[in-house]
């Protein structure tokens, strides 16, 4: 590892985990495609993109904890339980297929995989329905907490083969699928991408009965920026949706990752020196974005 990686990797996990705070989500959307094109290779670079999200969203989450309604008809118990069951069911798998597809096909395989994942994701923010009334939390039923079990399950493989906590994922399943209002729902991913990342890291870190001990450091280094950046995210959301975008704040989402998607096509299409430059541009404008909207809901409430 290069000698300005010790400086990069902080950041990088800042502007990521600052902008996944805000949309409560991780950022092993940003972190995988970026470690890739600096040459890692991809048990390293998922290892260490699920690793950081522990370190850096574990002391948000467990504030929240206490004040989060744990009731028999709440949406923790009967939609994010299930869900969280069915991602430790399967996380073991991820790392496997993985391994597999990097040896069959090459690190090109998982950016393919990325962007397939990437494409769904965007459609259903953009395009899928929300809850109509976003106070009232909609009974569960027990057919949907075991197609909640169902889908933690699917979750799980792909979010240990990717990287990507599960939460980007997770995100449009509970608000669009579910029907659950932002609030309960960013609360419901936070918990769900603890649980994920935390899961999924450990068959990385201790992958084939050995300690990786650079999945670890760079997990830290990442996580030295991304532990100030979520909390600040998550802080910048809670404000934009009191001063009442929240459409905007789900939309927003969608648009966004396009330009991710972009650049993991780039890097499949060969433009690796163009796709690192561009990255670094994708970071600052999802950075300033996310501070320009935030202040500008706070002088123009709805």
């Excluded at 970026?34 to 969203?57: H, K, R, W």
């Excluded at 106070?135 to 057919?143: A, G, H, M, V």
């Excluded at 870190?205 to 996580?223: D, K, R, S, T, V």
């Excluded at 430059?277 to 935030?294: E, H, R, S």
Aim: charged share 10%; aromatic share 14%.
């Amino acid at each position: 590892m290069t000698w300005y990686a010790y400086f990069i990797f902080p950041l990088i996990g800042f502007i990521g985990m600052f902008c996944g705070g805000f949309w409560s989500v991780g950022c092993g959307w940003l972190i995988v495609p970026t470690m890739l094109i600096f040459g890692f290779q991809p048990l390293e670079a998922v290892g260490a993109a699920l690793l950081q999200m522990v370190f850096s969203t574990a002391p948000t989450v467990l504030k929240e904890m206490p004040k989060t309604s744990w009731d028999k008809s709440s949406v923790m118990r009967s939609l994010a339980l299930p869900m969280a069951t069915g991602v430790i069911l399967t996380a073991f798998s991820g790392r496997l297929i993985n391994a597999y597809l990097y040896d069959k096909f090459g690190s090109k395989a998982l950016l393919c995989l990325f962007v397939f994942v990437m494409l769904f994701i965007v459609f259903q923010s953009l395009f899928g329905k929300t809850a109509q009334n976003q106070k009232k939390e909609p009974n569960i039923s027990k057919k949907q907490s075991l197609l909640a079990l169902f889908c933690g399950m699917f979750v799980g493989v792909i979010s240990s083969v990717l990287g990507i906590s599960g939460a980007l994922i997770f995100r449009p399943i509970i608000i669009n699928g579910f029907k659950i209002a932002e609030k309960p729902a960013v609360q419901t991913v936070r918990f769900l991408l603890l649980t994920a990342t935390i899961s999924g890291s450990m068959f990385y870190l201790f992958a084939e009965g050995n300690f990786h001990h650079n999945i670890l450091l760079l997990g830290i280094l990442i996580a030295l920026g991304g532990a100030f950046g979520f909390p600040l995210g998550v802080k910048y959301g809670a404000v934009v949706l009191k001063n009442g975008y929240v459409k905007i704040l789900q939309k927003s989402f969608g648009s966004i990752i396009l330009i991710i998607i972009a650049n993991a096509i780039l890097n499949l299409l060969d433009f690796v020196k163009f796709s690192r430059y561009l990255m670094i541009i994708c970071a600052i404008i999802l950075f300033a974005y996310i501070n320009i909207f935030t202040f500008y809901t706070v002088k123009h409430p709805r």
